[in-house]
């Protein structure tokens, strides 16, 4: 197909990159506080979910170690340690809250305020007043948490009585959330043209935004509700004590979707980035898009299996409570099996990034795999569901698949953010090594533990689940590790990366609305009326033809590239940083592997 | 192989996958007793299905932070004691918050091959049933006891006492005439009730 001309309007002029630098310390301290650019409130975002993953991760090896060192079925005595059994639960309840509000939430905002605006070429902040108010009420939400003395986790089981510093918590921090999310889709939707499209990565973006938007205002109508009744601490009677499963459908029935957040905010660079290391259009872009509505409904029924125990008939039980969790599955491995036929037989390059976008994708099946068998009954399903099985089942989603997918996209566009080329790809599969397989053993001990029957949340055991408490803790050690050699190698990057030329719009970008556009034209959908971006991107790629008969090539010597990092590490600190040293690195076969 | 055709088959395969699932656990799902699977559980409501007998009937009360059997041993009403082979509806509720009444049967009481249990919510009677099986060796061994822990997190207090340590013990003996004057002996003579009837 020959080249057409892209019906758009060029890119931007001027615009936010054109706004000038902070260059003094009280100019830099106010771009934090108030970033006019997107590109420095997305880096603003990512610096904070670090900040919260080392938070939560930390509150996380405690419990593990404690844990991991316990003995005749006892932790050991709490008092030893300096703290009081409420203390354990309440640190149980601060890894979960701030892992999964600040580390997923913070971090996929953090991709997705970058994302958008790339993608589309308007290279705007639309709401910036809305968008830094909501960070920092999550910022101070999530510290109100962390103080708020409350051991009960985010289950809210009224009417257990958690203080009323933890419901005024959370509603700081959901509010904050949701200014969040609302500018997320002003930057969706600014100055959008009539004959604009969403591209994939930015119609996961949206979808997700308007299911979770939904959602977050049922959270907060639950959290209001809590707060003026009685159990709220405020003593207001206004509506009285909420009843209890009237309560849980109300936090819970649109609130379950939430889990789902990060990982959706994500979801289309995922099959952006697939398309792009294989070389190829995605198989089917337009069942993806279907797959966009489906998930955008299904999530809103993941809620339903906790309503096995509520007094509703038992045949509307049997139908709609349990296939309506089990069936989101059927999108998600559609999606999965997209990605892998295209993925196929490709010959990608396997950098850490794409390590961790395909072991995402075997954790989210492994893990959704596993949560199956909760589904079909009641009797199932609430034995299962309050074991250790379900630690292992949540930590599959949002620790390897999440998380996972966070890190493949983040060592893709982090280095762009800072300008600078990744400093070390032996510290970013130093990370996924440490990553997947330390989570990994937590993941299976659980598993373990749980099909066993060790209920979660406890302080006292028999002793054969110690040896799984062990390995969960050596998991957790290193998947913790792994997270250090991350953070040190994002330092490292900004410090002491190459500088790569201030690009005016990522290759990336170029390349999946081409590959994109080029699965429509594949399938017939491609309609020339329609743009998905302001930047001028090719059309009407032709696929590599493949030949009649393969000829067996000649082997070809691999090229060894050293790439120290403690040799790096040396040189970069080797002041003065002499004439040698610079030379040095030009020739060094390991760093121009990495200019390439 | 279109496209289309390749991915409407698998979804096809996907969906048909999902209701097998259901399916096969269907009978399983179900608040009667099921002598294949042994068990049976729900959600006390107008239209529970008639109960078969014979069942031994046990109340269960969870409360914070303890469970009390009625009827129980005596002078220890976190443990009761029941015959073997014949299924035990425990007719489950709660006091204050949402405790679940879940036997452990691993480890030591590895007996069952599987755990069972209930959610205890206030306002609703759930209930589970379950037919106790131990092998002539549990007995022996006395190991035909069962460990039931509060599974849904219902607290602690700062002094070590709460949901951690919230459990209770049941007695198994056999169904016979040795069994029966143990299980009376124990309990004082206030033994469940067995139900010949239908409960409905």
Same mark, same amino acid.
């Given at each position: 197909?020959?080249?057409?001309?892209?019906?758009?309007?060029?890119?931007?002029?001027?615009?936010?990159?054109?706004?000038?630098?902070?260059?003094?310390?009280?100019?830099?301290?106010?771009?934090?506080?108030?970033?006019?650019?997107?590109?420095?409130?997305?880096?603003?975002?990512?610096?904070?979910?670090?900040?919260?993953?080392?938070?939560?991760?930390?509150?996380?090896?405690?419990?593990?170690?404690?844990?991991?060192?316990?003995?005749?079925?006892?932790?050991?005595?709490?008092?030893?340690?300096?703290?009081?059994?409420?203390?354990?639960?309440?640190?149980?309840?601060?890894?979960?809250?701030?892992?999964?509000?600040?580390?997923?939430?913070?971090?996929?905002?953090?991709?997705?305020?970058?994302?958008?605006?790339?993608?589309?070429?308007?290279?705007?902040?639309?709401?910036?007043?809305?968008?830094?108010?909501?960070?920092?009420?999550?910022?101070?939400?999530?510290?109100?948490?962390?103080?708020?003395?409350?051991?009960?986790?985010?289950?809210?089981?009224?009417?257990?009585?958690?203080?009323?510093?933890?419901?005024?918590?959370?509603?700081?921090?959901?509010?904050?959330?949701?200014?969040?999310?609302?500018?997320?889709?002003?930057?969706?939707?600014?100055?959008?043209?009539?004959?604009?499209?969403?591209?994939?990565?930015?119609?996961?973006?949206?979808?997700?935004?308007?299911?979770?938007?939904?959602?977050?205002?049922?959270?907060?109508?639950?959290?209001?509700?809590?707060?003026?009744?009685?159990?709220?601490?405020?003593?207001?009677?206004?509506?009285?004590?909420?009843?209890?499963?009237?309560?849980?459908?109300?936090?819970?029935?649109?609130?379950?979707?939430?889990?789902?957040?990060?990982?959706?905010?994500?979801?289309?660079?995922?099959?952006?980035?697939?398309?792009?290391?294989?070389?190829?259009?995605?198989?089917?872009?337009?069942?993806?898009?279907?797959?966009?509505?489906?998930?955008?409904?299904?999530?809103?029924?993941?809620?339903?299996?906790?309503?096995?125990?509520?007094?509703?008939?038992?045949?509307?039980?049997?139908?709609?409570?349990?296939?309506?969790?089990?069936?989101?599955?059927?999108?998600?491995?559609?999606?999965?099996?997209?990605?892998?036929?295209?993925?196929?037989?490709?010959?990608?390059?396997?950098?850490?990034?794409?390590?961790?976008?395909?072991?995402? $994708? &075997? #954790?989210? =099946?492994?893990?959704?795999?596993?949560?199956?068998? %909760?589904?079909?009954?009641? +009797?199932?399903?609430?034995? *299962?569901?309050?074991?250790?099985? $379900? &630690? #292992?089942? =949540?930590?599959?989603?949002?620790?390897?698949?999440? %998380?996972?997918?966070?890190? +493949?996209?983040?060592?893709? *566009?982090?280095?762009?953010?800072?300008?600078?080329?990744?400093?070390?790809?032996?510290?970013?599969?130093?990370?996924?090594?440490?990553?997947?397989?330390?989570?990994?053993?937590?993941?299976?001990?659980?598993?373990?533990?749980?099909?066993?029957?060790?209920?979660?949340?406890?302080?006292?055991?028999?002793?054969?689940?110690?040896?799984?408490?062990?390995?969960?803790?050596?998991?957790?050690?290193?998947?913790?590790?792994?997270?250090?050699?991350?953070?040190?190698?994002?330092?490292?990057?900004?410090?002491?990366?190459?500088?790569?030329?201030?690009?005016?719009?990522?290759?990336?970008?170029?390349?999946?609305?081409?590959?994109?556009?080029?699965?429509?034209?594949?399938?017939?959908?491609?309609?020339?009326?329609?743009?998905?971006?302001?930047?001028?991107?090719?059309?009407?790629?032709?696929?590599?033809?493949?030949?009649?008969?393969?000829?067996?090539?000649?082997?070809?010597?691999?090229?060894?590239?050293?790439?120290?990092?403690?040799?790096?590490?040396?040189?970069?600190?080797?002041?003065?940083?002499?004439?040698?040293?610079?030379?040095?690195?030009?020739?060094?076969?390991?760093?121009?592997?990495?200019?390439? | 192989?279109?496209?289309?055709?390749?991915?409407?088959?698998?979804?096809?395969?996907?969906?048909?996958?999902?209701?097998?699932?259901?399916?096969?656990?269907?009978?399983?799902?179900?608040?009667?007793?099921?002598?294949?699977?042994?068990?049976?559980?729900?959600?006390?409501?107008?239209?529970?299905?008639?109960?078969?007998?014979?069942?031994?009937?046990?109340?269960?009360?969870?409360?914070?932070?303890?469970?009390?059997?009625?009827?129980?041993?005596?002078?220890?009403?976190?443990?009761?004691?029941?015959?073997?082979?014949?299924?035990?509806?425990?007719?489950?509720?709660?006091?204050?918050?949402?405790?679940?009444?879940?036997?452990?049967?691993?480890?030591?009481?590895?007996?069952?091959?599987?755990?069972?249990?209930?959610?205890?919510?206030?306002?609703?009677?759930?209930?589970?049933?379950?037919?106790?099986?131990?092998?002539?060796?549990?007995?022996?061994?006395?190991?035909?006891?069962?460990?039931?822990?509060?599974?849904?997190?219902?607290?602690?207090?700062?002094?070590?006492?709460?949901?951690?340590?919230?459990?209770?013990?049941?007695?198994?003996?056999?169904?016979?005439?040795?069994?029966?004057?143990?299980?009376?002996?124990?309990?004082?003579?206030?033994?469940?009730?067995?139900?010949?009837?239908?409960?409905?």
């Amino acid at each position: 197909m020959a080249q057409e001309p892209v019906p758009n309007n060029g890119p931007p002029e001027g615009g936010p990159d054109s706004h000038p630098q902070p260059t003094t310390i009280e100019g830099i301290l106010w771009d934090i506080l108030y970033s006019k650019n997107y590109k420095h409130f997305s880096l603003k975002l990512f610096c904070f979910g670090m900040i919260w993953l080392f938070v939560a991760g930390s509150f996380g090896l405690v419990l593990r170690t404690q844990a991991g060192f316990s003995f005749e079925g006892n932790l050991l005595p709490l008092e030893q340690l300096g703290y009081t059994t409420i203390a354990y639960f309440q640190m149980m309840t601060y890894h979960a809250v701030v892992m999964f509000f600040g580390t997923i939430f913070t971090t996929g905002f953090s991709i997705a305020f970058y994302a958008v605006p790339t993608i589309r070429g308007t290279k705007k902040f639309a709401v910036p007043q809305l968008a830094n108010t909501g960070h920092w009420l999550v910022v101070a939400g999530l510290l109100m948490v962390m103080g708020s003395n409350s051991q009960y986790m985010f289950t809210f089981l009224v009417p257990l009585k958690a203080p009323s510093s933890f419901y005024v918590a959370e509603l700081v921090q959901f509010i904050g959330d949701e200014l969040l999310i609302i500018s997320l889709l002003a930057q969706a939707y600014v100055d959008k043209h009539p004959n604009e499209k969403f591209s994939l990565p930015v119609s996961f973006i949206v979808m997700d935004c308007v299911a979770m938007g939904i959602g977050i205002i049922t959270i907060l109508s639950a959290i209001v509700w809590l707060i003026l009744s009685p159990l709220g601490g405020f003593n207001i009677d206004v509506f009285a004590i909420p009843n209890v499963e009237v309560f849980r459908a109300a936090f819970w029935f649109e609130s379950h979707p939430l889990v789902y957040f990060g990982a959706f905010l994500v979801g289309g660079l995922t099959v952006w980035f697939v398309m792009i290391y294989s070389k190829r259009p995605i198989y089917s872009e337009r069942m993806i898009r279907y797959i966009i509505a489906i998930l955008f409904v299904l999530t809103m029924s993941v809620y339903v299996h906790h309503m096995a125990t509520d007094p509703i008939p038992i045949w509307i039980r049997d139908v709609f409570a349990q296939v309506a969790t089990e069936i989101i599955a059927v999108p998600f491995v559609l999606l999965w099996t997209i990605c892998l036929i295209t993925l196929k037989y490709s010959k990608p390059r396997w950098d850490a990034s794409l390590l961790f976008l395909v072991a995402a $994708i &075997a #954790g989210n =099946i492994v893990g959704g795999a596993t949560a199956e068998p %909760l589904q079909p009954s009641p +009797a199932t399903d609430f034995t *299962i569901h309050n074991t250790m099985w $379900i &630690a #292992g089942h =949540i930590h599959f989603m949002m620790a390897t698949f999440t %998380l996972g997918s966070f890190f +493949a996209v983040l060592y893709y *566009i982090a280095p762009e953010l800072l300008q600078r080329r990744l400093y070390s790809q032996g510290l970013a599969k130093f990370h996924f090594i440490g990553w997947t397989v330390g989570m990994g053993a937590l993941e299976a001990a659980f598993k373990v533990q749980g099909a066993e029957g060790l209920v979660r949340r406890e302080l006292v055991w028999f002793s054969i689940y110690e040896p799984w408490f062990q390995m969960a803790m050596i998991g957790a050690w290193l998947a913790g590790l792994s997270v250090v050699a991350f953070a040190t190698n994002m330092l490292m990057t900004w410090r002491f990366g190459d500088p790569i030329a201030p690009g005016v719009v990522p290759k990336w970008v170029i390349a999946g609305l081409a590959l994109e556009e080029q699965s429509r034209i594949n399938e017939g959908t491609y309609n020339s009326k329609y743009t998905y971006s302001r930047w001028p991107y090719p059309v009407g790629l032709q696929p590599l033809a493949e030949p009649e008969t393969v000829e067996p090539r000649e082997p070809i010597a691999p090229v060894i590239a050293r790439q120290s990092v403690l040799d790096k590490v040396k040189r970069q600190f080797s002041f003065p940083r002499s004439r040698k040293n610079i030379d040095g690195a030009e020739n060094d076969p390991g760093r121009a592997d990495l200019r390439q | 192989m279109k496209r289309r055709t390749v991915l409407l088959a698998w979804t096809i395969v996907l969906f048909v996958a999902v209701l097998v699932l259901e399916v096969v656990y269907t009978p399983y799902d179900n608040s009667g007793y099921i002598q294949a699977n042994n068990v049976g559980e729900g959600v006390a409501q107008a239209d529970r299905p008639p109960i078969e007998g014979p069942y031994q009937v046990v109340f269960v009360t969870c409360e914070q932070w303890q469970f009390t059997f009625y009827p129980h041993v005596a002078g220890a009403p976190t443990a009761t004691v029941v015959q073997a082979n014949i299924p035990v509806l425990f007719i489950v509720r709660s006091a204050d918050v949402t405790h679940g009444f879940y036997v452990n049967t691993a480890g030591a009481f590895a007996t069952q091959g599987f755990q069972f249990g209930a959610m205890a919510v206030p306002g609703y009677i759930d209930y589970v049933v379950w037919n106790f099986q131990p092998t002539a060796a549990a007995y022996t061994s006395g190991e035909s006891l069962y460990h039931v822990q509060c599974s849904e997190y219902c607290g602690v207090t700062a002094s070590g006492l709460g949901h951690p340590w919230m459990d209770a013990i049941i007695f198994v003996v056999p169904n016979n005439s040795t069994g029966t004057t143990m299980q009376s002996t124990q309990m004082d003579g206030n033994v469940p009730p067995i139900l010949n009837g239908t409960l409905t």
